[in-house]
C-alpha cells in the first residue's frame, strides 16, 4: 500500500498534468479532495465545496483554474442574462419584453470565459470524457439553487441529430444528467422527483452548427430540428431541459416549441455557460 502510495508520488512528480486550457504543466496537489472521489458520503459532499476551483483543479493549471465568472444577480429573471450594471435587482432584460421566450426561466452555472469555454469545448469536441463528472457536479449545484427537486418532472437533455451522435459518440448533454438522480441523494439526502428523459426530444432536422450565426440566423436555421417522440408521455409533465451553452436562447426555445405543441405544462432550461 504504502509502495503504491510512493509510486504514485514518484509518478507526479515526474509526469506533471497537462492544464487542459493553456497546455501549460502543473503539479496536481488536490486528488485527495473529497469532490473528486465518487463514494463519498453526504457529509464530505457538501454544496459549498462545488466550486469551479475545485473541482476542475486536476485538470487546470492554477492560472487558468481562477478563469471563471459565475452567475451572480442582477440577471434577466426570464433568459438569465447577467446585467453589465452590477446594481439593482433581478428584472426581465429588453430582449424577452420584445421577443418573449417560450420557456419560463433559464439558468446557467458560467458566462463565458476562456476557461470554462475550453473545458467545455475539450469535452465536446476532444473526447475528454474526464471532464462530465465535474461538470456534472457543477451543474447539478446550480439546479439545486434555482429550483427544488420535485419542482419537474422531467430532466430532458437537448438532443443531437442521429448523424451528429454517431460521428461524436455521445450526447454532452445527456452525459452531463446522467448521474443527477444520484447526486439528489448524495448531496441533499433525499429522492430527486425527476426521472431523465433522455429518448423525450429528437432531432429530427439536420443543421448547421449554430456558431458565428446571428440572433435571426439561429432561429432560422434550428426552426423545426425538435420533434416531441411519440412514444413518450409528456403530457402536463413539468421540463427541465438541459444543454452545455445557452447564446441567444434559440435551441432551448426550438425544444420548448415541440414540449409545448406535445402538451407539456412548463419548460425551465439550465445549461453550463449563458452568454454576457
Ligand atoms: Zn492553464
Ligand atoms: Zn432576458
Known amino acids: 500500500m504504502l509502495f503504491i502510495r510512493l509510486a504514485e508520488i514518484f509518478k507526479k512528480a515526474v509526469f506533471p498534468s497537462k492544464c487542459i486550457v493553456c497546455g501549460s504543466f502543473f503539479h496536481v496537489f488536490s486528488e485527495n479532495d473529497p469532490v473528486h472521489q465518487k463514494n463519498y458520503s453526504d457529509k464530505k459532499y457538501e454544496i459549498e465545496n462545488i466550486t469551479f476551483e475545485r473541482v476542475m483543479s486536476p485538470f487546470l493549471c492554477s492560472s ?15 433568459c438569465g ?93 445527456y452525459i452531463l444528467v446522467k448521474n443527477f438522480k444520484k447526486l439528489a441523494e448524495l448531496i441533499t439526502a433525499a429522492p430527486a422527483g425527476f426521472d431523465i428523459g433522455r429518448d423525450i426530444l429528437q432531432r429530427t432536422k439536420w443543421t448547421q452548427p449554430q456558431t458565428g450565426l446571428g440572433r435571426e440566423e439561429r432561429i432560422k436555421n434550428i426552426k423545426g430540428a425538435f420533434t416531441v417522440n411519440k412514444h413518450c408521455k409528456v403530457k402536463k409533465t413539468r421540463i427541465l431541459l438541459i444543454d452545455d451553452v445557452y447564446t441567444t436562447g434559440a435551441t432551448a426555445d426550438e425544444c420548448a416549441k415541440a414540449l409545448f405543441e406535445a402538451g407539456v405544462q412548463s419548460v425551465d432550461v439550465l445549461t453550463i455557460a449563458g452568454a454576457i
Open 81 to 173: 442574462i447577467v446585467f453589465k450594471s452590477r446594481e439593482g435587482t433581478d428584472h426581465i432584460c429588453q430582449k424577452c419584453i420584445e421577443h418573449p421566450k417560450r420557456f419560463g426561466k433559464a439558468r446557467s452555472v458560467f458566462l463565458y470565459s476562456k476557461s470554462v469555454m475550453e473545458v467545455i469545448h475539450s469535452f465536446k469536441y476532444k473526447g475528454k470524457l474526464q471532464l462530465a463528472d465535474p461538470l456534472e457536479l457543477l451543474l447539478f449545484s446550480v439546479l439545486i439553487r434555482y429550483w427544488g427537486l420535485n419542482d419537474f418532472d422531467l430532466v430532458v437533455p437537448v438532443p443531437l441529430h442521429p448523424k451528429r451522435f454517431r460521428s461524436r459518440g455521445f450526447n454532452q448533454a
Open 64 to 78: 487558468c483554474l481562477v478563469d471563471y465568472l459565475p452567475v451572480e444577480s442582477p440577471f434577466c429573471s426570464s
